[in-house]
């Protein structure tokens, strides 16, 4: 009886809070078309409800569960797993009505350098000239589209892992901060949301973690911290080497300067078309390296790249799809946004350093890909080497390879989290990731071999999938640039090919027709892929296909920024270098 | 700046109580000694009754007997204690909004006349934050006692729990007054008398558990050590009381009824120092770096801040500290900044200091397993921040840079918002080290292992309290060490933005170099970073000790002070806009020379 009654009394509880996060959910969601109607035909501050929302759901959802006696948590999973999805999937909506054009007709094609859509100002720490400052241009938007579809794919493909009631709001937390990162066009807000996406992302890997987790949270958070300390001293600098404007502080700004990266952007460009260097060719210099340093740890490239292999093999599946898929791209987004368009007689001055690291991440990726046992190591690894093709094309000082390596930022953000999401499984239903372990995958689990394959050719490069349309635009614009040099990353895609295919042949296949399984492991637990993951997956895979087919539904924005910036910003530039040479 | 003296000469309690604008503006001091007042007198009321001679008449005496319910519920110090802290804050709160200066007059027999004390906002944007750690400090020890209630039948140990309480408290209101008196000095003597009036309830404070071992052993070292450096601070000040002839800070012209008198202060003295005045500055250093836990003078903290209890440390970490850079700012900035082209005599050697100092602070707290010695080096590290601040300010007359003051204004602008944050994050995690020692002991790294587990939101907070330490945004410590580091850039760069913007060259190398202070400072906090992430990673990732798996205590005052410490902590750090413009106006005043 008194079990009975304590049943009911659990059941009673949990029902509440589930009616709670429904009515709140409602609640939210009524309440946004009317805040719409209300701004209707002004659509500028849509960016904030994308920031603020999964912070605020996250916060929200935390401190309702943790505030649940004992017991009570682990029932909370689920509501609080089920409402994540929600949030996510509404910021989804929302950013691809931004792509589609449902609110309204949104141009992305014809932006000029220094123009963003949704740009939207306001106040924030007004004594030090910070505010919200928040806009998309055809560089941030594809980032923010692709965060938004990463994160609701990686809470559906990692449905059924048992991970307790604080996982999905940590994933929130983390879309927020990630939103917040390529949405800013103030500095400091752009620093903050930096290091925000560090925390969400240093107890992912610390609680759900393989066996070093401690170990490769710790460092994980220790690398990106102390790059970004240095670019954050790069920031200062620039601040305070603005001219303090009187009207700043008669508004009652106390230094007089404000963190505008459109302010800043104009100066820059202003200089340049004067044909003059702005700030000074040493100052350039110095402030590039310092700003580069904290992008390159993120990216990363190979003399600082040795915290990824290591965050990726313990992270937790949902982790490692976020990491390679997003996170990675806030590195060359910073670069993008910051040292390449500020700086670009800096990026002159330095463009043989970038085109050998570039080469070294691609190369040496690669080999060390070749000698990995490790599934998940090998997979990050190629994450280094497809980085080092990003950096390639920036190196190219090319239009194209501008656009080139934006294309490629994305083509990375979807095809690396599904191999990830096959590395997961794998482990989730092989127990193992150790390559030749296992052979005839494809016989026993035909699903997981089937999307493991399309993922891995997806990521060699393989026509018509998205990767390649990325690939085959670098090696043009490294090509127009360094010439025969472009032979170097051209062959060194054959040894991705050659990696990939090895694995695939000792993994998938092989075997003779038998299946053979790893040690200690019945052959009735050989499970394919769950429903779930199989959707992932498959969303996924659609999408590689669509971009790899279509490209132009993306690449058009992405090869307008580029010439944008190019031509009105580096234009004036090569003129000056050509000129005074 | 020139203000009317009624009378010239006048004792200075004639003057507090004749003027009723000085007496409200000294309220806060005033509610600090009533409540000490209170202190000794409530606990002590009793049903005891006095017969008048030769009769058999007895009236009621009130002290002593058998003491009544409430004054000996040994809750009631601290009761008294937090409302004196709670009124002495607002009074604090309400005249920094009325914004009124008032300077507090001495004249002796002597013509000479000093000014004592000045009621500004930088004096009391500080009593606010001494009052406020005071008080955070009071709220956490109510849950400390007994929770129940003593009996009717009063036992002895309730008695002696309300008499130790009540001694607590006192001296805790006391350190709050010598607080208040550093704050509020212009003459280094007062300031002197202030500080060993608080730093002496805080050598108690420290040795207050008397029954341990740590405790008495910690205060017993901090006391020799900072009876010390107290000596050796005084010499110092009177060896520049010889140099100079009087030790007052600033200068100041008054008109009287007897004419204008002028007050020849030390600020901008050093112009023309000789080797006695530069031994003086040396050795007043030595006593104020004590106070701010600088090396090499820091080897007593640790002790000290693991023997005391976890409060008291949070006190000493905080507001000690906060203390001794008013003692610092005062002595650097205002006395020995020359007025001329070069840069400060002590540029280099603070320079030095502060980068030691940051480093073997965070250097030693890598290496400790004891939470509290592991948060008494990292204070030690944030003194190094904050003296790196400082130290940037002496290059201010270095070339051209057309508005020096301003950038000083901002570094001490810098360094008190820095100060007002530490009380939440810095109290707030000695305030949950806390909570441990009420459940059995904070004194090992493994007593913090399985917290989330057992508490998520005492964890969570923790954990909020390590990244602000550590400066990850969006938190405060974010916030105030960015203000350091953006005080130190602006003086190293100067007016590089303008000589740009109008064609004159300006290269990288062209920058003071006062600019590696900063980064100097960002490498220290990517060092730091890594023992404040231990204690996260231990919390969340190791499991509770086998002995320690129930649920903390319920500490309700203890938990009310942490959380609205960890609220500070991101409310200060998403929106510190009104903190900022507050403590700069307090710096404005800093510089305001009367």
Redesign the interface.
């Known amino acids: 009886m008194s079990e009975n009654s304590s049943k009911k009394a659990i059941f009673e509880r949990e029902f509440s809070i589930v009616a709670t996060l429904v009515v709140g959910a409602g609640a939210l969601l009524l309440s946004f078309p009317l805040f719409f109607e209300e701004a209707v035909g002004e659509i500028d501050w849509i960016t904030i409800p994308m920031v603020a929302f999964p912070i605020l759901a996250s916060i929200i959802l935390l401190a309702l569960a943790?505030?649940q006696p004992r017991g009570m948590k682990e029932n909370m999973a689920f509501p609080v797993k089920a409402a994540s999805l929600g949030f996510s999937l509404f910021i989804l909506a929302i950013s691809s009505a931004l792509f589609f054009g449902w609110l309204g007709s949104i141009d992305w094609t014809t932006l000029k350098i220094n123009e963003y859509n949704m740009n939207h100002e306001y106040t924030?720490?007004?004594?030090?000239g910070i505010s919200w400052h928040v806009g998309l241009d055809g560089l941030s938007f594809p980032m923010l589209w692709l965060t938004t579809l990463i994160i609701p794919i990686t809470m559906i493909t990692t449905w059924e892992e048992n991970s307790g009631w604080y996982h999905h709001p940590l994933l929130l937390l983390m879309e927020g901060a990630l939103i917040g990162v390529f949405v800013a066009l103030d500095l400091f807000m752009f620093?903050?949301f930096w290091?925000?996406t560090?925390?969400p992302m240093?107890?992912l890997i610390?609680?759900w973690g393989g066996k070093d987790r401690?170990y490769a949270?710790?460092k994980f958070?220790?690398y990106t911290?102390?790059a970004s300390?240095?670019m954050?001293?790069g920031i200062?600098?620039l601040?305070?080497?603005?001219?303090?404007s009187q009207y700043l502080i008669d508004r009652?700004v106390?230094?007089g300067?404000t963190f505008s990266m459109i302010d800043m952007t104009n100066n820059a460009q202003m200089a340049a078309n004067d044909g003059s260097v702005w700030?000074?060719?040493?100052?350039q210099?110095?402030l590039f390296l310092m700003l580069m340093l904290g992008f390159l740890v993120k990216l990363p490239a190979v003399p600082f790249h040795t915290w990824l292999p290591d965050a990726h093999v313990q992270a937790p599946t949902s982790g490692s799809m976020v990491l390679a898929g997003v996170m990675l791209k806030m590195g060359a987004y910073g670069m993008f946004r910051l040292p390449l368009t500020l700086f670009p007689h800096a990026l002159a001055e330095y463009q043989y350093l970038l085109l050998a690291i570039g080469m070294i991440s691609l190369v040496y990726g690669s080999i060390v890909c070749l000698g990995q046992t490790n599934l998940k190591r090998m997979v990050a690894y190629s994450s280094v080497s497809h980085m080092g093709i990003v950096i390639l094309g920036i190196a190219s000082m090319q239009p194209l390879g501008f656009a080139g390596a934006i294309f490629m930022m994305f083509a990375h953000g979807i095809i690396s989290p599904m191999l990830f999401s096959v590395c997961g499984s794998f482990k989730h239903h092989y127990h193992t990731l150790e390559i030749g372990s296992t052979r005839g995958l494809a016989k026993a689990s035909p699903f997981l071999g089937g999307y493991m394959m399309f993922s891995w050719m997806a990521s060699l490069g393989l026509p018509l999938l998205a990767g390649f349309v990325a690939e085959i635009t670098v090696l043009v614009a490294v090509w127009m640039t360094f010439g025969w040099w472009v032979l170097l990353p051209a062959l060194v895609l054959v040894i991705t090919a050659g990696y990939y295919l090895w694995s695939m042949q000792r993994t998938i296949f092989e075997g003779s027709g038998d299946v053979v399984l790893p040690e200690g492991m019945a052959a009735e637990d050989a499970r394919d892929l769950s429903p779930w993951e199989n959707i992932g997956n498959l969303l996924m895979a659609l999408l590689i296909v669509l971009f790899g087919v279509l490209p132009w539904i993306i690449w058009d924005m992405m090869s307008a920024y580029a010439n944008a910036h190019f031509y009105f910003n580096m234009g004036g530039l090569l003129n000056l270098v050509a000129g005074g040479a | 700046m020139t203000s009317h003296v009624d009378e010239g000469s006048q004792a200075v309690w004639q003057q507090l109580f004749s003027d009723s604008q000085t007496l409200s503006a000294l309220m806060p001091e005033f509610v600090m000694l009533m409540g000490i007042i209170a202190l000794i007198v409530v606990p002590n009321l009793g049903k005891a009754m006095i017969r008048l001679p030769l009769t058999k008449i007895r009236i009621p005496w009130f002290f002593g007997g058998q003491r009544f319910k409430t004054t000996s519920d040994p809750r009631i110090p601290a009761i008294i204690s937090i409302a004196t802290l709670l009124i002495a804050t607002i009074l604090a709160l309400a005249s920094l909004m009325g914004n009124a200066t008032r300077w507090i007059l001495y004249s002796g027999e002597s013509t000479e006349m000093i000014v004592l004390l000045k009621v500004d906002g930088f004096a009391r944007v500080f009593e606010i934050l001494f009052f406020g750690a005071l008080m955070l400090a009071a709220v956490a020890t109510v849950s400390r006692m007994p929770a129940s209630k003593p009996s009717k039948n009063l036992s002895v140990k309730a008695l002696i729990n309300n008499r130790r309480q009540v001694d607590f408290h006192i001296l805790l209101l006391m350190s709050g007054l010598g607080m208040a008196i550093v704050a509020l000095a212009q003459d280094l003597f007062m300031l002197f008398l202030g500080l060993e009036l608080a730093s002496l309830a805080i050598y108690v404070l420290v040795a207050f558990h008397k029954e341990s071992k740590a405790g008495t052993e910690g205060g017993v070292k901090y006391f020799i050590v900072g009876a010390t450096a107290s000596a050796i601070g005084l010499y110092g000040m009177s060896l520049l009381y010889i140099w100079h002839g009087n030790l007052q800070i600033s200068s100041h012209v008054f008109s009287a009824d007897s004419g204008v008198i002028v007050i020849q202060g030390l600020d901008r003295a050093f112009e023309n120092a000789d080797s006695l005045a530069y031994i003086a500055l040396g050795m007043m250093l030595v006593g104020f770096g004590f106070k701010v836990s600088a090396v090499p003078f820091h080897f007593a903290a640790p002790d000290a801040y693991s023997g005391a209890s976890s409060p008291i440390a949070g006190v000493l970490a905080t507001a000690s500290k906060a203390m001794g850079f008013i003692g610092l700012m005062r002595v650097l900035l205002l006395i020995s900044l020359p007025e001329g082209d070069g840069s400060a005599a002590w540029l280099i050697c603070l320079a030095t200091l502060s980068v030691i100092t940051m480093t073997w602070g965070n250097l030693a707290a890598l290496g400790s397993d004891n939470p509290k010695r592991m948060l008494a080096y990292s204070s030690v590290a944030h003194a190094g921040y904050m003296m790196a601040a400082l130290t940037a300010v002496g290059a201010w007359r270095w070339g051209h840079i057309s508005a020096p003051e301003e950038a000083a204004t901002w570094v001490v602008t810098a360094i008190m918002f820095h100060l007002v944050v530490l009380v939440t994050f810095k109290l707030g995690a000695f305030l949950v080290l806390a909570l441990l020692e009420l459940d059995g002991g904070a004194s090992r790294s493994g007593s913090l292992s399985g917290l989330a587990r057992r508490d998520p939101v005492i964890a969570a907070s923790m954990f909020i309290f390590m990244m602000a330490l550590a400066g990850v945004p969006p938190l405060a410590g974010f916030m105030s060490k960015f203000m350091l580091i953006a005080g130190i850039v602006n003086v190293a760069a100067g007016d590089a933005g303008s000589l740009m913007s109008s064609g004159g060259i300006t290269a990288f190398w062209d920058l003071h170099w006062v600019w590696w202070l900063a980064l100097a400072v960002f490498i220290n906090s990517a060092i730091s970073l890594f023992y404040y992430l231990r204690i996260g990673v231990i919390m969340f990732f190791e499991e509770a000790e086998s002995d320690r798996r129930k649920p903390l205590p319920r500490a309700w005052f203890l938990r009310l002070a942490i959380w609205s410490c960890a609220l500070g902590t991101f409310a200060f750090g998403v929106a510190g806009d009104h903190l900022i413009i507050l403590c700069n106006n307090a710096a404005e005043s800093f510089f305001a020379l009367s």
């Open positions: 943790s505030q924030w720490i007004n004594s030090l620093y903050v290091e925000l560090l925390i240093f107890f610390l609680k401690r949270a710790q958070f220790l911290f102390t300390v240095i954050l001293l200062v600098t601040y305070f080497l603005q001219d303090p009652g106390l230094t300067r700030l000074g060719e040493s100052m210099n110095a």
